[in-house]
């Protein structure tokens, strides 16, 4: 007896071969010189009560392996964000690269077609201004 009280839980095998489970809890009663004087108690069926329990139990260890696979899941899937996020920006840089070569291609191009015309233009002004004069063989 622990400060005059005392419970504890047992099992029992019955002959049916189920299970049952007794709360067992004693008092001890004592006289007004503070002797011992009776202890009463008793035992309830707590069968029902420890089932559920198990059953909770059973319950919660299905429930945390369902998270833990989920949880694996929404990992496996944040890594393949993380990789898809890394080509995207890899690709990005890429493409901002050839889209730079090119405005450099397509400015590199209109300034080959000003120079070409310029060049057009003075060898029409070099034409106007030196005409090509024939000569005939006896004028060497």
């Known amino acids: 007896l622990f ?8 099992r029992f095998l019955r002959k049916d071969g189920s299970l049952i489970w007794l709360h ?11 002797k011992p004087w009776e202890i009463i108690g008793a035992w309830t069926d707590i069968t029902a009560s420890k089932q559920a329990e198990d059953a909770l139990k059973e319950y ?3 429930l945390e392996t369902a ?10 899937a944040q890594e393949k964000q993380k990789d898809l ?9 890429r493409f901002d690269a050839e889209e730079e070569r090119l405005k450099n291609f397509n400015r590199l ?20 201004i030196f005409k090509p004069q024939r000569r005939s063989h006896n004028d060497w």
């Open 3 to 10: 400060d005059d009280f005392y419970q504890h839980e047992y």
């Open 60 to 62: 919660n260890a299905r």
């Open 24 to 34: 067992d809890e004693h008092r001890l009663l004592r006289d007004a010189d503070n």
């Open 85 to 93: 996020q890394a080509q995207f920006q890899k690709e990005k840089i």
């Open 109 to 128: 191009s209109s300034k080959l077609s000003e120079f070409n015309e310029r060049l057009s233009g003075l060898k029409s002004q070099k034409n106007k």
């Open 67 to 76: 998270v833990e696979a989920r949880t694996s899941e929404l990992r496996e």
